[in-house]
């Protein structure tokens, strides 16, 4: 069982060159549960998590890390706590699955350590973990879209750190492929206790799979709290600008989102 | 502990192992083959001497002949040779990494230029020597480097747009090295040459002497980043995210490079591609595994010794060092040009 961990944003505004893209954002993520960020394109989703493990520094309000803030930690010291799965990494050429998986290793090694037994069981585990284990010597380049977002996931399983962002973790995947990674998150989760914080497209897996939902709009907060509370047809559109209908998924007992378009609606709409 | 390994484990080691041998054999390889060009270097010639009597010329015993041409000739220029090699490989394939861009080599995007024409000028118009002129040489590299950068930067350096401008401050830079020269009170082909090109004509134990000094200096501290660079590959965010300090590593990794590459211009000029061919060589036959730092640096010291050995004895000319490595490299900056116009479309 991994220490649970306080993670949590105050008064945070956040932006790049001129424009602010998130004004003044409190935030608190729950320690030991899955969190799902929605949000429209350009909310700011992306930068949110940049700035949650210190790559984007704060115009102005605070994350605190257990209390400490997370911009002035060791890069190291952090990085073995809290790991983050950017949105769309690139890999260097010729890159090999097992080479890349490994380099999640970087935070837990010092300048002239050598490889340890543990390095290589991190990798082997988190090869398992995301069935890529049959990868490991092929070039990254020649992977599929779906093989290769696996590949990263089992990157970021590598720095074995207790909070895990991810960025958009099931885009490019196919259905099944999507639900598994999602699996395997949840049994991270149920497992090890890892803290895990993703951005989501797709509203209904999203509140199928998380604690914790959090819509933003505009870089504001738009509500948070249990899926079933957040997920409803007014956040839809506030959120996105979209008639739907939210009904009750009857698989999970979580909301189920059906969107509304201006084609192939049988019902009245609201 | 269980002492029944999964199947994954035992691949993941056992591939990790044979990639270790590999590239300690491969760099072992490469070190053997520097070794043998710089002997052949010393020994081929007007006249042959052989490796017998090259050895007494180096234990510091008077041998007719061969202690002038060995000991004052060939020793100081192969030992330049391979050490300028070495540190322009080194600082070449430092910012093909940083910049993760083959065509974002020094030589490419200005630096070697303005190490180059900074020491012209501070040879033909204030006069100054050795030191002097290192110190000048390492001022230009650095400030270009500067200017490329901040040039280029918009919330992050654009690849292909530091690469356009640090080709255009290049141009500029040679044009202005070009007039340099020919404002020179003496017109002398060989200098002329050697800022333009590189050369290793004339080479001295006094040069010899500062570019081994900054490769002992500025060498480790750059192998002190070899960790963080090769985790710059990654991109600077999956890089940051797994506890590289991006500016700081930057910087270091910046002055180190920079301070190699302009000691090493200062002794032999802008020797042509050498910077930018090392890093693709080394990584083609090292593949990904580990840093790539000291297996550039030996192929660059390969290249160079390799190129002034033909430059000088393979045609009825002698031509120099730079114009051999410059035919070499050409053919691939054009092929890099061609692919990036293809993939992109951005150049
Ligand atoms: N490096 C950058 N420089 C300048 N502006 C940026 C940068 N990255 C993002 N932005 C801008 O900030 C805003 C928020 O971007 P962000 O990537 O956080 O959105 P997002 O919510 O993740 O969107 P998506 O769902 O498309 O991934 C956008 O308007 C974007 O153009
Ligand atoms: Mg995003």
Redesign the interface.
């Known amino acids: 069982m991994t220490a649970t961990h306080s993670l949590l944003v105050s008064s945070l505004r956040l932006g790049y060159g001129d424009r602010t893209v998130i004004e003044s954002l409190d935030l608190t993520l729950p320690p030991g549960k899955i969190t799902a960020i929605v949000g429209a394109n350009a909310c700011g989703k992306s930068t949110l998590l940049r700035s949650m493990s210190r790559l984007l520094a704060p115009r102005a309000g605070h994350v605190l890390l257990d209390g400490r803030e997370v911009h002035k930690m060791p890069a190291k010291e952090l990085a073995r706590t809290l790991g983050l799965l950017p949105q769309s990494p690139v890999a260097p050429e010729g890159i090999t699955v097992s080479d890349l998986v490994g380099r999640g290793r970087n935070p837990h090694q010092r300048l002239l350590s050598r490889w340890s037994r543990e390095d290589d069981a991190a990798v082997a585990a988190a090869l398992d973990a995301t069935h890529t284990a049959d990868l490991a010597d092929r070039s990254v380049d020649e992977l599929s879209g779906g093989q290769r977002q696996r590949v990263w996931i089992a990157m970021a399983l590598a720095q074995q750190t207790d909070l895990l962002l991810l960025d958009e973790p099931t885009t490019f995947l196919d259905v099944s492929h999507q639900v598994e990674v999602l699996d395997l998150l949840t049994d991270l989760n149920r497992n090890r206790g890892t803290t895990i914080v993703m951005v989501l497209h797709d509203l209904n897996m999203a509140a199928r799979y998380a604690d914790h939902l959090i819509a933003l709009a505009d870089g504001k907060l738009h509500a948070a709290g249990e899926p079933s509370a957040v997920l409803t047809e007014d956040c839809v559109r506030a959120v996105f600008g979209l008639d739907s209908q939210v009904i009750t998924d009857p698989t999970s007992g979580k909301p189920l989102m059906l969107p509304l378009g201006r084609h192939h609606v049988a019902i009245t709409r609201p | 502990m269980s002492t029944s390994l999964?199947?994954?484990?035992a691949?993941?080691?056992g591939?990790?192992v044979r990639?270790?041998r590999r590239r300690a054999l491969v760099i072992g390889l490469l070190a053997t083959l520097v070794v043998a060009a710089y002997g052949v270097n010393l020994m081929v010639g007007e006249t042959f001497y052989p490796p017998s009597e090259i050895w007494r010329v180096i234990l510091g015993e008077t041998v007719p002949g061969a202690s002038f041409t060995v000991g004052e000739l060939r020793l100081p220029r192969a030992t330049l040779a391979a050490l300028a090699g070495f540190c322009f490989g080194m600082g070449g394939v430092t910012f093909q990494t940083m910049l993760?861009n083959p065509l974002a080599s020094p030589d490419v995007i200005g630096i070697t230029s303005g190490a180059s024409a900074a020491a012209a000028f501070a040879i033909v118009v204030l006069g100054l020597t050795e030191t002097g002129v290192s110190a000048f040489a390492i001022g230009a590299g650095l400030a270009v480097a500067i200017i490329v950068y901040t040039l280029s930067f918009r919330?992050g350096v654009a690849g292909t747009r530091l690469i356009l401008i640090g080709i255009g401050i290049a141009a500029m830079l040679d044009s202005a090295t070009a007039y340099v020269l020919s404002q020179a009170a003496q017109w002398d082909l060989q200098q002329a040459q050697r800022w333009l090109t590189g050369s290793l004509n004339g080479a001295t134990w006094d040069e010899t002497a500062q570019v081994a000094l900054a490769l002992l200096v500025l060498g480790p501290l750059l192998l002190?980043q070899a960790?963080n660079l090769?985790?710059l590959?990654?991109?600077?965010?999956?890089a940051?995210?797994?506890?590289?300090?991006l500016e700081r590593t930057r910087i270091v990794v910046i002055v180190a490079a920079v301070g190699l590459l302009a000691f090493a211009t200062a002794a032999t000029g802008p020797i042509a591609f050498v910077a930018f061919l090392s890093g693709p060589i080394a990584?083609r036959i090292i593949?990904?595994?580990g840093s790539l730092l000291v297996p550039a640096g030996l192929v660059g010291a390969l290249l160079v010794l390799v190129a002034d050995l033909i430059g000088q004895y393979a045609f009825d000319i002698r031509y120099p060092v730079g114009v051999v490595t410059g035919v070499l490299g050409a053919p691939y900056l054009v092929y890099l040009l061609i692919r990036t116009n293809r993939a992109g479309g951005s150049l």
């Open positions: 999964s199947p994954t484990l691949a993941v080691t591939s990790r990639r270790s993760r919330d002190g960790r090769f985790m590959q990654l991109g600077d965010d999956t940051a995210a797994l506890g590289v300090r990584a593949g990904s595994a």
